[in-house]
């Protein structure tokens, strides 16, 4: 599976996460003594922000601070799973999952509906590369 990788998104003045950097800040940042320091750093480090970027934002997100140059700190998307029917009903499965469902089920799709199902994978992927995670993608 791949990973997605915190970014800076200029475009929207926002600090993209992925969900498991997101929970560690809230847990680093909840109860009676929450740990700025650590959750600057663990930001810092998953964004690539600054300093002080990641210090008005920590505070604004958890802290109810003001600054107005404090930008959102937000989860990246993830696709995690699909629902297909190849015949046989509903099933989930992982994006993984169902690339190789359909590379095992090319006798009884025909070469065509899996190349455009292969494609579908594809797509998938890429958008979630391009638009979700913000990172490069081979046309860029």
Partial sequence: MHELSGKIDRATKTLRVSSATMSELRDIMSGSKPKKIQAIKLLRNATGCGLREAKVSIEAEFQNGKDPEAMP????????????DMGRG????????FHMMTLVNLQ????DEVRKLIQFHD?????ERRVFSMEPTDDE
């Fill in 90 to 97: 509903d099933v989930i499965l992982s994006l993984e999952e």
């Fill in 73 to 84: 700190i937000a989860p990246l998307v993830a696709v995690k799973s699909i629902t297909v």
């Fill in 123 to 127: 797509e998938i992927i890429d958008c």
């Fill in 108 to 111: 009884s799709l025909g070469l």
